[in-house]
């Protein structure tokens, strides 16, 4: 469930402090020690899984109510714009701890907070929908 070795299982098991703005049975959702914006926090799933890969379905389902739950709490208090929730599977998508995190951040007009990417032309989207339909 849980692995030793892991800054956030350790987080929620009380090893290391953090600042919880929520914590149920299955979950623990913490500001990010180095957030994009004022409130940035993390929701932790109380059982270590690298990532969305390995998170167990019974986690995953509902993941995304507690994200909305903590993003219209947000609202109510940072008097902020608009929320990102995401999310991050590997390296070469930034992920750097490797204990599934779902990321949400408050997003005020004009906070040049560094989150989006540069659209590219895409090449043969209809090919592309065929190969990974098929995986699926
Ligand atoms: P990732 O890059 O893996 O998607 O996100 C990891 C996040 O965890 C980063 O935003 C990073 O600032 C945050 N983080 C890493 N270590 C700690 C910690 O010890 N405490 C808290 N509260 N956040 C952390
Ligand atoms: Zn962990």
Redesign the pocket.
Same mark, same amino acid.
């Given at each position: 469930m849980y692995d030793d070795n892991c800054?956030?299982c350790k987080?929620i098991k009380g090893e290391?402090p953090?600042?919880k703005i929520y914590e149920d049975d299955d979950f623990c959702v913490?500001?990010?020690?180095?957030?994009?914006t004022k409130g *940035?926090a993390?929701l932790l799933p109380k059982h270590h899984a690298a990532d969305v890969y390995s998170l167990p379905d019974e986690y995953l389902e509902k993941v995304l109510k507690v994200a909305r739950k903590c993003a219209d709490a947000m609202v109510k208090t940072l008097d902020c714009d608009g929320v990102n929730i995401l999310?991050?599977n590997g390296e070469a998508a930034?992920?750097?701890?490797?204990h599934y995190?779902t *990321?949400i951040i408050p997003r005020y007009k004009g906070d040049g907070a560094n989150i989006g990417w540069k659209p590219m032309t895409p090449d043969d989207n209809e090919g592309l929908a065929k190969k990974i339909k098929e995986n699926m």
């Open positions: 800054i956030f987080i290391i953090s600042n913490i500001l990010d020690i180095a957030p994009a *940035h993390v999310q991050n930034g992920q750097t701890v490797f995190h *990321h």
